[in-house]
Antibody, heavy 122, light 106 residues
Framework: QLQLQESGSGLVKPSQTLSLTCAVSGGSISSGGYSWSWIRQPPGEGLEWIGY???????YYSPSLKSRVTISVDGSKNQFSLKLNSVTAADTAVYYC??????????????WGQGTLVTVSS | DIQMTQSPSSLSASVGDRVTITCQASHDIGNYLNWYQQKPGKAPKLLIYDASNLETGVPSRFSGSGSGTDFTFTISSLQPEDIATYYC????????FGGGTKVEIK
């Protein structure tokens, strides 16, 4: 059974780059048809989709974050990653990785990681 | 951008009550709508996909309906374990979530 686990720095200084990784277990990230997304949730607020990457490597980003975001996939490590540069306090949030199975829309998030809190502060 | 208006933002109901949450899209999104449940400190969980399809393993007291711009999520008989925040999410274009509805027990 597929499982996702986020990891990365929990504290990032303003103007620096936030880097997170989502490890995929129980299956191959290169399995046909799966899509892999990042979603965030500021404390006490709602959910915001950041972007997604197909196992082939093609990626799509939220227009509001597109200029600062890169999502990549590493098949050899069975993981995908998020980089968000030039962070500010507004980027403080719980960051989730999520996946969409082949039988569903790439934006139907059927599986989620547990989430990791990233705080932007000096 | 497609805007999602979810209401109410919170509600209080008794165990056994029927609970209804609505989500309105700013443009026609067909049936490209999902519903999620998020319990405190936990990741969201997919309950309903494509507006009305129950995700595998989700109790049948949860249901969804609607198409176009108006959608409804229903809990037919509220249980104590249903205390959570519920979100709609459209995916007609790029995905966007509604503001959430916090459900509490009266």
């Amino acid at each position: 059974q597929l499982q996702l686990q986020e990891s990365g720095s929990g504290l990032v200084k303003p103007s620096q780059t936030l880097s997170l990784t989502c490890a995929v277990s129980g299956g191959s990230i290169s399995s046909g048809g799966y899509s892999w997304s990042w979603i965030r949730q500021p404390p006490g607020e709602g959910l915001e989709w950041i972007g997604y990457i197909h196992h082939s490597g093609s990626a799509y980003y939220s227009p509001s974050l597109k200029s600062r975001v890169t999502i990549s996939v590493d098949g050899s490590k069975n993981q995908f990653s998020l980089k968000l540069n030039s962070v500010t306090a507004a980027d403080t949030a719980v960051y989730y990785c999520a996946s969409s199975p082949p039988a569903r829309s790439k934006y139907t998030f059927g599986l989620w990681g547990q989430g990791t809190l990233v705080t932007v502060s000096s | 951008d497609i805007q999602m208006t979810q209401s109410p933002s919170s509600l209080s109901a008794s165990v056994g009550d029927r609970v209804t949450i609505t989500c309105q899209a700013s443009h026609d999104i067909g049936n490209y709508l999902n519903w999620y449940q998020q319990k405190p400190g936990k990741a969201p969980k997919l309950l309903i996909y494509d507006a009305s399809n129950l995700e595998t393993g989700v109790p049948s007291r949860f249901s969804g309906s609607g198409s176009g711009t108006d959608f409804t999520f229903t809990i037919s008989s509220l249980q104590p374990e249903d205390i959570a925040t519920y979100y709609c999410q459209q995916y007609d274009n790029l995905p966007a979530f509604g503001g959430g509805t916090k459900v509490e027990i009266k």
